[in-house]
């Protein structure tokens, strides 16, 4: 094992910003060392990564992601192997994914089954969430053998009928059941029932357009779910963690009811704060690039994410990463917007798409850790290992140049994806080095690491539950 000194860098989490060396050994942070004590430590380290005039950040956690996902009639576009390694360039060093329960199958086999997919492929670090897409008596047994074994949070969908799709005796069902086993709630809160009537309707009337799909899936019937979902939790006893939250009057409801004080919490994703339905509606089927769901939303709702983020009503930014490639996939909705698979890449872009933030004012530096890394480490159990830089975390530490430009373009990108939702786009700050368990795997703008470096990580419960 090879000791490393970070030398030079300003060190920022989400508790602090100091100006401090970092020292590395056995894949762990040993110590931070103030500025100027005089102390050089640099004789005794293997190897010295100088940081002068660089933020030193925690790796991110991106709490959302769906490597090889089945849907839509095909697969999202990224293996664990291609899709942690772009994970890396873009600076997150720990993704959590969803394993799927098939209808009709045990959660086991739909996590064994993810197991097999990742097992010696990532490139960083990775947990598991399951999706719940079948509740039944043996389901939610087992729902408690998984708290034990480190995959503590479970999805429930309110949309998607005949896939996902569990009705509200269902959700209050395993609801109940995480009340006792301490699991952690997500729901996909958006009333499909009703939006599968507007598809019906809309596609009868000729509207077949991407633009469409963001026309029947309405924010008021992602608020009324958001809020039907708060109140089941409330009834069970569970804590609820809603994903990607798009919607102001979603943010409202649950601004609601963290100001009861329940444990309640939002995640955003950066399409809904960066893009709108101006996107959705690009000509020539363009607009099939931005289709996933919760849908993105007319520009006007962004401020709402972002006073949610600031205010914490809003409290992770996650990815939602689950790309299909333009040509050969998203195209198998010409003519039928519902049959666009839905979902967008971004793995690669959240880091830098919230340190624009923070250039841009939206949010702190330190919030932008908080967000990224600190928050949803916390959330889903892997704090105090993952989301900080602190004694005895994992050296999962990202140097960045907060001055560097770049311009974002499936060019250049890493994800295996034919193009970037973000074409284009202007960003101050990249990614330089990238540390994962004390490795680099990202050194001097290359990939440095390898598949089969990312270990799965079983994680406790959610830290944040009162
Ligand atoms: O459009 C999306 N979000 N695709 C991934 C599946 C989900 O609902 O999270
Ligand atoms: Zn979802
Ligand atoms: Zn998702």
């Not at 989400?14 to 020292?23: K, N, Q």
């Not at 709630?185 to 000729?206: F, K, P, R, S, T």
């Not at 006893?237 to 409202?252: K, Q, R």
């Not at 939303?297 to 009503?313: I, K, Y």
Request: hydrophobic share 40%; proline share 4%; glycine share 10%.
């Amino acid at each position: 094992m090879t000791s490393t000194l970070i030398r030079g860098g300003l060190v920022v989490t989400a508790a602090e910003e100091t100006h401090a060396d970092v020292l590395v050994d056995h894949g762990r942070v040993v110590a931070l060392f103030a500025r100027d004590t005089g102390t050089d430590l640099t004789p005794g380290a293997d190897r010295v990564i100088d940081a002068t005039g660089k933020y030193v950040i925690p790796g991110g956690v991106d709490a959302h992601t769906h490597m090889e996902m089945p849907f839509g009639g095909t697969y999202a576009s990224d293996t664990f192997e291609t899709g942690t390694r772009a994970a890396a360039w873009g600076g997150t060093t720990t993704i959590v994914d969803f394993a799927i329960q098939g209808v009709g199958k045990s959660l086991r086999e739909g996590l064994d089954a993810w197991h097999a997919k990742a097992d010696g492929r990532c490139a960083v670090d990775y947990g598991f969430h399951m999706i719940l897409a079948d509740v039944n008596d043996r389901t939610l047994k087992e729902m408690d053998t998984l708290v034990e074994e480190g995959v503590t949070s479970f999805k429930l969908f309110m949309a998607y009928p005949g896939v996902f799709y569990s009705d509200d005796g269902k959700i209050l069902r395993a609801m109940q059941r995480a009340a006792v086993n301490g699991g952690l709630i997500m729901m996909h809160a958006e009333n499909g029932i009703a939006i599968d009537v507007l598809v019906e309707q809309a596609l009868a009337a000729g509207k077949t357009d991407p633009r469409y799909h963001g026309e029947v899936r309405k924010a008021l019937l992602e608020a009324e779910a958001t809020h039907r979902a708060i109140q089941l939790s409330r009834v069970a006893g569970s804590p609820l963690y809603v994903v990607h939250v798009s919607a102001t009057e979603a943010v409202e409801e649950l601004a609601r009811a963290r100001d009861l004080g329940l444990n309640v919490f939002g995640e955003t994703c950066p399409q809904y704060l960066f893009l709108s339905t101006d996107n959705l509606a690009e000509p020539d089927f363009e607009g099939a690039k931005y289709v996933c769901s919760t849908p993105l939303r007319p520009v006007e709702h962004q401020a709402a994410l972002w006073r949610g983020l600031r205010t914490n009503d809003l409290s992770v930014v996650s990815t939602d990463h689950c790309p299909f490639c333009f040509t050969g996939q998203k195209d198998l909705g010409r003519g039928d917007f519902s049959r666009i698979p839905n979902g967008l890449p971004g793995v690669e872009n959240r880091m830098d798409l919230l340190h624009q933030a923070v250039v841009d004012g939206h949010i702190t530096r330190r919030r932008w850790i908080e967000l990224a890394c600190a928050t949803p480490a916390r959330m889903f159990g892997l704090h105090p290992r993952k989301g900080t830089i602190a004694p005895g975390a994992d050296a999962d530490i990202v140097v960045y140049d907060p001055r560097a430009e770049q311009v974002i373009s499936a060019e250049t990108h890493h994800m295996n994806v034919d193009y970037s939702a973000y074409e284009g786009r202007r960003i101050t700050g990249r990614v330089e080095t990238v540390l994962s368990r004390g490795e680099l795997v990202i050194e001097g703008r290359e990939f440095v690491g390898r598949a089969g470096h990312g270990q799965y990580q079983p994680r406790g419960t959610c830290q944040y539950l009162l």
